[in-house]
């Protein structure tokens, strides 16, 4: 317990020093924000002065972060593997720091739909950025080619559907909660259409 103790002291300071220069500031800057001394913040950040809590909070606030990212612990599972679902080409991977996120990658085989009546809304924000091939956004009654490299985030409550120009195209979605929720009830309600194959 007290090795945990120890390595989660050590961390915070190494954070604290990290995110003073990823700022660009000197000791004397971050102290002067935190009202601190300089051979304080010296101390601190190099283990010869303990840490209390009063000065944690005002240097996470001097550094633009919470106390609890200040001190959360390292996690061990860093790498995350994908759940494949072959059927319809798409992986999945959870994003931890915020459950309600999903990532899925998509290979995209069907042109865009003609009818409007495939297009859905819903709540949420989406983003998606194509990996290869090229894309055709349709939002509402405008029509955008999204390239390889490219990326698009749109509002959901628009009327929407994806598909592929000139061949398949791999598409990397991030969706929301309220928008995967969305995706979800299309599929169930839709009967002969699979809204996930063009991540509408």
Do not use: Y
Not at 56 to 71: E, K
Not at 75 to 104: C, E, H, L, N
Not at 190 to 200: F, I, R
């Amino acid at each position: 317990m007290e090795q945990d103790t120890d390595e989660l002291d050590g961390l915070v300071r190494k954070r604290i020093r990290a995110l003073r220069l990823a700022q660009g500031w000197s000791l004397e800057e971050l102290a002067g924000r935190a009202n601190l001394s300089q051979s304080s913040l010296s101390r601190i950040e190099n283990g010869r002065r303990r840490l209390a809590l009063d000065q944690l909070v005002t240097l996470a606030r001097a550094l633009d972060t919470t106390l609890d990212q200040l001190v959360e612990t390292a996690s061990d599972d860093v790498v995350i593997s994908p759940v494949t679902d072959s059927a319809r080409g798409r992986m999945q991977w959870p994003v931890k720091g915020d459950p309600g996120v999903t990532v899925v990658r998509q290979r995209v085989t069907d042109p865009p739909p003609d009818n409007p009546a495939r297009m859905r809304a819903h709540p949420g924000r989406e983003w998606l950025v194509v990996l290869s091939g090229t894309a055709i956004l349709m939002l509402g009654h405008r029509r955008f080619r999204v390239e390889t490299h490219q990326a698009a985030e749109f509002p959901t409550m628009l009327p929407h559907a994806m598909g592929a120009e000139g061949g398949p195209c791999d598409v990397l979605g991030i969706f929301d909660r309220d928008a995967r929720r969305g995706h979800q009830r299309a599929t169930r309600g839709a009967v002969g259409d699979d809204p996930d194959a063009t991540l509408t």
